[in-house]
């Protein structure tokens, strides 16, 4: 299965009527582009899903050690500076980011961009469009980001500033100075 996008340009959706759309849709996983189209995309394959469950377990048990800031899974909604709604595979931001946010801001797509993402390539994913949301990330505020593809069995490494990093079959990857300490084990994923 692939995402199918349904250009809009005749409605535009409020980021209001776009949060209870989802809402209303749980069985569903949208996204929106900074274009305001939308984006249909299919459910993760079991496998996938696994890796992705895995990977969010791995940075949240990091998080409940050190407490500096707070996870999202693939279900977390962000509103990009852009315009654009993304759900990341993975996430994290900043402690003193999420106190920031009103208690009604929290409760919603989170109007901002993470500090760190990670989106894992599933077999039905398109490698220019998801590195296309990895550029999105970074033009956004993402300081760190790791497009992680268990078929070619590389990760791209995404960061502020600077080239695209490949690593070919790494065994970890360093949260760096974003997620300082934090150590990914991708045994698992390979």
Same mark, same amino acid.
């Given at each position: 299965?692939?995402a199918? =996008?349904l250009?809009?340009?005749s409605?535009q *959706?409020?980021?209001? /009527?776009?949060?209870?759309?989802?809402?209303?849709?749980r069985?569903?996983?949208?996204?929106?582009? #900074?274009?305001?189209?939308?984006?249909?995309?299919p459910? #993760?394959?079991g496998?996938t899903s696994?890796?992705n469950?895995? =990977?969010?377990a791995q940075?949240w048990?990091w998080n /409940?050690?050190?407490?500096?800031?707070?996870?999202?899974? $693939?279900?977390?909604g962000?509103?990009l500076?852009n315009?654009?709604?993304?759900?990341?595979d993975?996430?994290?931001i900043?402690l003193e980011?999420?106190n920031?946010?009103?208690s %009604? /801001?929290?409760?919603?797509?989170?109007?901002?961009?993470?500090?760190?993402?990670? %989106?894992l390539r599933?077999?039905?994913? $398109?490698?220019? #469009?998801?590195?296309?949301?990895?550029?999105e990330?970074?033009?956004?505020?993402?300081?760190?980001g790791?497009l992680?593809?268990p078929?070619?069995?590389?990760? %791209?490494?995404?960061? /502020?500033?600077?080239e695209v %990093? =490949?690593?070919?079959?790494?065994?970890? *990857?360093?949260g760096?100075?974003?997620?300082?300490?934090? =150590?990914?084990n991708?045994?698992?994923?390979?």
């Amino acid at each position: 299965m692939t995402a199918f =996008i349904l250009n809009l340009d005749s409605i535009q *959706l409020t980021d209001e /009527q776009f949060f209870q759309l989802c809402q209303d849709n749980r069985d569903l996983r949208f996204e929106r582009n #900074a274009n305001g189209d939308l984006i249909i995309m299919p459910p #993760a394959g079991g496998e996938t899903s696994n890796h992705n469950a895995g =990977i969010t377990a791995q940075i949240w048990m990091w998080n /409940q050690q050190n407490q500096q800031g707070i996870v999202f899974d $693939s279900s977390g909604g962000f509103k990009l500076p852009n315009g654009a709604d993304r759900s990341p595979d993975a996430s994290w931001i900043p402690l003193e980011r999420w106190n920031a946010l009103t208690s %009604e /801001q929290q409760k919603r797509f989170l109007p901002l961009c993470p500090d760190f993402v990670v %989106e894992l390539r599933s077999p039905s994913d $398109s490698l220019t #469009a998801i590195r296309q949301k990895m550029q999105e990330y970074l033009a956004n505020g993402t300081r760190l980001g790791w497009l992680i593809d268990p078929q070619s069995r590389r990760v %791209e490494v995404y960061r /502020q500033g600077q080239e695209v %990093e =490949i690593l070919e079959s790494p065994a970890t *990857l360093s949260g760096e100075d974003v997620l300082v300490g934090f =150590i990914l084990n991708l045994a698992p994923i390979w």
